[in-house]
Every structure is written in structure tokens, then in C-alpha cells.
């Protein structure tokens, strides 16, 4: 190979790795974990350490990942944060209030997010209101609602349910004492919506929509069936974190859930997805949400104030946002150069 075939191969692999969305992530996970191991010392990089974190991230990460799929579409969902505790508290009443079997609560509990889901799609597709606005007005309706079951039926906004052993195996219990199961169910998330997204047709028009809905639309994209898709995929995600919470602590609380609205779009957008929609990838996604947990957990065992987490998952979210756009711009940039 001349010296010349050389150098546009090394321009081409380093264009190529700035191109990707996940550089940024990859980069900011290594000097966060970095950061923390040094301060935690032996016990943050040990099995209690890493067990820690990433039961944190199986959780957040599970429902972050249709999440960055409707924002790299160009839609938000706001309402995850109250379809959490609804499938919860559905699944509760269902097994435990009324003694069903527990297929029947899980059943019924990935059900709410399926409607939710369903609800949030139809809206969006249907008006000319910004998801945004959707989903936060359809976030507060399942609050009132599954507040107002709950009273009716139980009396209570906390309800208790003890899952019989096969189902506590499945959904709730912690392997070696320390690693939460949904850490596995998020693998196995995270390897459908690799294929989805980086494998399938369907990914395609995923990103088209999020680069310009109005051109996807007349190429023939099925823009409203595949939003309402996306919105169904984030709320059965969402129900699913609920009934494993709810296996997992054996309780549903009604006021639950709230802190993954805002978690699990910090998780993407560290992830490298674009606000304005149209880039980023799930490996990205993942990396995001592992950078969240560490800096959740590590402030914990580095023995700092907590306030210094949220000091640095701001500083975390900002800068996501502006290399989002540096490493985009030079990508363009270093492609124009190679034309």
C-alpha cells in the first residue's frame, strides 16, 4: 500500500470514528469511571461497586432505550415517569388485592404501557401538538388515575404484593446477593433494539423521520404507524420497569417513578443522541446510561456531597450537548475535505 493509500485509510478510520455518536459517550464513561475509581478505590471497582451502578443502570437504561429511539425520530415521551408506578400499582391490585395469578398482574401491568403507549402515539399522529405536550398531559392524566384506583380500590397509595418464588426468580431477585436480574432482561433489551435500530429496514426510516418526517412521509415511510410503534415500545418498557420494581421490593408506591422522565433523557443525550433528533445509536445509549449510574453511585462511595452529582451530571448533560455538536460538525467537516 502506498503512503498515500495509507494516509487517506488512516483519514477515512478517523473520520469514520468521529463520525460515530457514541464517541463522545465512550470518552466521557472512561473519564468519569476514571474519576471515581481513583476516589472510591478498591471497593467502587469491586463486585459492590459495580453491582451498585449497574443495577442503577439495568433500571433507567431499560426504559432509556425507546426513549433515545423516539428522540432520534424526533419525538419526546414524558410520560414514562407515571406509566412506572401505574403498571406497578395494576400489577399489585390485580395479584395481590384481588389474589389473580401472577401472570395475570404482569399481564396486566405491560398492558397500561401498551395503552399509554398507544394513546401517546395516536395524539401525537393525529394533532399538530408537539409530543412534548402530549405526553406530559397524558403523564399527568395516569398520575390522577392510578392515584385515584388506588384509593378507591385499596385505600391506600402504597400497596404490597409478595410474588410466589419462580416469578421473584425471574423479575426480582439479586443473583450472588448483590447483581439485580434485570441487569440480564437489559442486555437482552439492549441486544432487540441493536437489531432494530442498526440491523432492520426499520431503522432506517427511524432516522429518516428524525432528519425530516415531511420527506420520509412522501418516500413512502409509515410515519404514523412507526411513531405509534415507538410510543408503545417506551411504554411497555416503562410497565415492565414498574413490575419488576414491584417483584423487586415487593411494594408500589403511587408517587414512584418520577425521577426516570428526566434520568432517562440525561442518559441519551450523554448517549450522544442529537436534541433535534436524527442521529445517535443505542451503543451510545448504553454508554450514557452507564455514565449516569457511575456518577450516581460513585458520589456515594467516594464519600463526597451528594449535591457534587448533581453539579456533575449537569456539567455531564451540557457538555453532551455541545460536543454532540462539535463531533457532528467536524464529521461534516472532514467529510467535505475528503470530497
Known sequence: MSMQSAAEAKGFSLGSLIRRPETGSFLGFVVVYTFFAILGGAVFMGA??????????????????????????????????????????????????????????????????????????????????????VTIGVMFAVMGLTLGFAVLIKGSTSLSYVPDPLTKSLLGTFVGGMFNVSIFWWLGFVVAFVFFLHFSPIGNW???????????????????????ALFMASGFCAAFVGVAQLMTYQ???????????????????????????GAGSIFGIVLGTMTFAVV????????LDPNIGSIIIGALLLIAVLSNDSFRTLAMTLSSKKK
Open 48 to 133: 459492590p461497586g459495580w453491582s451498585s451502578w449497574l443495577n442503577i443502570a439495568a433500571e433507567v437504561g431499560i426504559i432509556a432505550l425507546p426513549v433515545g429511539l423516539l428522540m432520534i425520530s424526533g419525538e419526546f415521551d414524558m410520560s414514562v415517569g407515571a406509566v412506572v408506578p401505574a403498571a406497578s400499582v395494576t400489577a399489585a391490585l390485580l395479584s395481590g388485592h384481588f389474589e389473580l395469578p401472577a401472570l395475570i398482574g404482569i399481564c396486566g401491568g405491560l398492558a397500561v404501557g401498551l395503552l399509554v403507549g398507544f394513546v401517546n402515539g395516536l395524539l401525537v399522529t393525529r394533532s399538530a401538538i408537539p409530543s412534548l405536550i
Open 296 to 303: 450516581n453511585q460513585g458520589i456515594f462511595f467516594a464519600a
Open 251 to 277: 411494594s408500589a408506591q403511587v408517587a414512584g417513578g418520577q425521577s426516570f422522565i428526566f434520568n432517562s433523557i440525561m442518559c441519551v443525550v450523554i448517549g450522544g443522541v442529537l436534541l433535534t433528533g
Open 206 to 228: 427511524v432516522f429518516a423521520m428524525g432528519g425530516d418526517a415531511e420527506s420520509a412521509r412522501n418516500a413512502g415511510v409509515p410515519t404514523a404507524k412507526l411513531k405509534i
